[in-house]
């Protein structure tokens, strides 16, 4: 599986490489009966590096 995290803040790009998320989508896949060619998978939020500068932003998010 590819998938990607992304800061909303920074827009720095990671790949991520999980072993468990490639077995989860294939498992996927045969439920479904369906079976895909491609995927791609992206994760949104906050760096470690934003996370630490924007702390108060963090925190009003997630009181709302």
Do not use: H, R
Request: charged share 35%.
């Amino acid at each position: 599986a590819t998938a990607f995290s992304i800061c909303e803040n920074c827009e720095k790009i990671t790949e991520i490489n999980n072993p468990n998320l490639s077995k989860y989508l294939t498992n996927f896949e045969d439920d479904t009966g369906m079976k895909y060619q491609k995927y791609n998978l992206e994760f949104f939020g906050l760096c470690k590096k934003c996370k630490k500068t924007k702390k108060t932003d963090v925190k009003i998010g997630l009181k709302k």
